[in-house]
Nanobody, 119 residues
């Protein structure tokens, strides 16, 4: 299984970025797909996730600014980020999660893509 993120970079405050996560070895519509982030000196936190039926959940800090979406044909999950601010600076990780047949948690992670919001 591989999750490969792209789209990170340097953006000015108020700007936008679109992150993408291409999955191989799994079908994204069979997993809870999520974006997490980890800022320097902080713990990794959930940003948004989308479950198999399409239901989306967002962290309070990004509601109304970020949108998670899924393209089943391309086996890709994206994160559209608008109105970025310095507090959004972090490494963003793609995650795939589900329980296996033995009811054990299965997590797959990408290597991350860095987002820096700065003027």
């Amino acid at each position: 299984v591989q999750l490969v993120e792209s789209g990170g970079g340097l953006v000015q405050p108020g700007g936008s970025l679109r992150l993408s996560c291409v999955a191989s070895g799994i079908a994204v519509n069979e997993y809870q797909m999520g974006w997490y982030r980890q800022a320097p000196g902080k713990e990794r936190e959930l940003v948004a996730h989308i479950v198999s039926n399409g239901y989306r959940t967002y962290a309070d800090s990004v509601k109304g600014r970020f949108t998670i979406s899924r393209d089943n044909a391309a086996n890709t999950v994206s994160l559209e980020m608008n109105s970025l601010n310095a507090e959004d600076t972090a490494v963003y990780y793609c995650n795939a999660y589900r329980k296996n047949a033995h009811n054990r948690d299965i997590h797959y992670w990408g290597k991350g893509t860095a987002v820096t919001v700065s003027s």
